[in-house]
């Protein structure tokens, strides 16, 4: 329920629009192809990244059959002007439409959004339900601001009356210009990244106000599960800094939202199974970017979690999460 994919050929939209480091891809002769921000490397990628039937092929490799899909976080361009980002997240959910509707049972498609402007946000929310989506990916911010900012409540009270998860991604990390040395962005501040956005909900009200909203946390929720004990203590000694928009203990919420099980780590997983349950963490990958789980799910297979938490884990979760039937996909 949480892979990457990007169109093979994309606009240019840096020179369309006149400004900005919109993302453009490089085709190398040996298909790989370079992403270039504006005119900076930013990433080399393989064609498993674009095409659809390469991505079957690989996830048969690993018995699974259906993958959740949406682009690579770099694509979101919240610091575009607004019409602008509208226009490359039409062409990037246009584009994951059609793959549904030629692969109805092996892809589920969740679309980008401008979140910068909340009036064409909800719009494309609408556009992007009526041609498949089941939901959205959003950013652990948006241009810096956290996601219990007011001017956002209006674009996940649409989620919640369209019944469309949500599933955040952590992206622009906090502190990125003074770590980018060890790797330590993607190491350190994309934990620290979902934390922030899971506290910011869950401070800011917003899982409070809307119960029927379904969020998914990426990165088995980064630090906040495996913190929580300092953000509970936090809430409970500093109500004055903390509490001051919902007065409800943070803990309350564990349980009422997803995480996926990107841990790498079997004893981290278990620890986040005891506090979520194994219908509230759904079966990720991050494919096809090296930081993902590669081997899908393997380290689960070869776990002694008993067959009913594997279960839920592989597929009744995701399916619970997204409200969509198993059926669709036998």
Request: aromatic share 12%; with cysteine.
């Amino acid at each position: 329920m949480h892979s990457h994919i990007i169109p093979k050929n994309l606009p240019d939209w840096t020179k369309k629009f006149g400004y900005g480091d919109f993302i453009f891809l490089n085709h190398n002769e040996d298909k790989t192809a370079d992403m270039m921000q504006g005119g900076k490397f930013f990433r080399r990628i393989k064609e498993n990244c674009w095409d659809e039937d390469i991505r079957i092929t690989e996830y048969e490799d690993f018995q699974t059959k259906v993958q959740v899909v949406c682009t690579i976080p770099v694509m979101f361009s919240y610091n575009a002007k607004p019409q602008d980002c509208l226009q490359t997240s039409q062409f990037l959910n246009d584009h994951i439409a059609d793959l549904i509707a030629k692969y109805p049972k092996n892809y589920i498609g969740l679309a980008t959004i401008p979140m910068q402007d909340p009036q064409l946000a909800i719009q494309e929310l609408e556009r992007a339900k009526a041609i498949g989506h089941v939901g959205i990916q959003i950013g652990s911010n948006i241009n810096d601001e956290n996601l219990s900012e007011e001017k956002f409540f209006p674009i996940f009270e649409a989620c919640e009356r369209l019944d469309m998860a949500v599933m955040i991604h952590p992206w622009q990390m906090m502190g990125f210009n003074s770590m980018e040395k060890y790797w330590l962005p993607w190491l350190v501040g994309m934990p620290a990244e979902t934390s922030r956005a899971a506290c910011s909900m869950v401070f800011g009200g917003v899982l409070e106000r809307l119960p029927n909203l379904r969020v998914c946390f990426s990165h088995a929720g980064g630090s906040f599960l495996p913190t929580l004990g300092r953000i509970e203590h936090g809430f409970n000694c500093r109500p004055d800094l903390v509490a001051i928009d919902n007065k409800v203990n943070p803990r309350e919420y564990v349980g009422k939202f997803w995480v996926d099980c990107i841990t790498h780590d079997i004893d981290a997983l278990e620890y986040i199974l005891k506090m979520q349950g194994s219908k509230r963490v759904c079966f990720g990958t991050d494919y096809p970017f090296p930081l993902g789980d590669l081997e899908f799910g393997k380290f689960i297979e070869e776990s002694n979690l008993s067959i009913e938490d594997q279960t839920n884990i592989f597929s009744t979760s995701t399916l619970e999460w997204l409200n969509l039937d198993r059926k669709l996909f036998i």
